[in-house]
């Protein structure tokens, strides 16, 4: 008899669940039709004659890249050289165990730049830099 009484709970419950969420539409019995006037404002709209604008740039298109001067950072610690590359418009870095043990830089004030790439001069900012270095303890 238990059994029963749960079995029909559930199922009541999972009803009106169901029910509930069944009808999403607007067109309920209180609601009008309004479906034809969507469709006749839709034709009227698509009709109409459009007004066609000068020539503008495609949004989609990108404008150039700003360039600027990326400075020497070989011989700082590996922070101080990430700083000062962001305050010259370098936001793409990179950072690399220059002795080829592929260590992760992990206090960037304990290495130190050996080398980077590209070298120090004029380059579009949204150029990639990469920044080679070893401990503040080994030799380049």
Known sequence: MRTR????A????????????????N??????????????DRTKQDTTPTETSPETPDSTSEAAPEAAT?????????QAAQ???QAAGFYVLDDQDASGQNRLQVFDRNWTVCSQDPEPGTHPTDTPVTLYAVKDDETC
């Open 5 to 8: 009484t749960v079995a029909a």
């Open 10 to 25: 559930l199922t009541a419950a999972a009803l009106l669940t169901l029910t509930a969420c069944a009808s999403t539409d």
């Open 27 to 40: 067109t309920g019995p209180g609601k009008p039709d309004t479906s034809s006037q969507d469709t006749d």
């Open 70 to 78: 990326l400075p020497d950072l070989v011989g700082q610690d590996l």
């Open 83 to 85: 700083d000062e590359a």
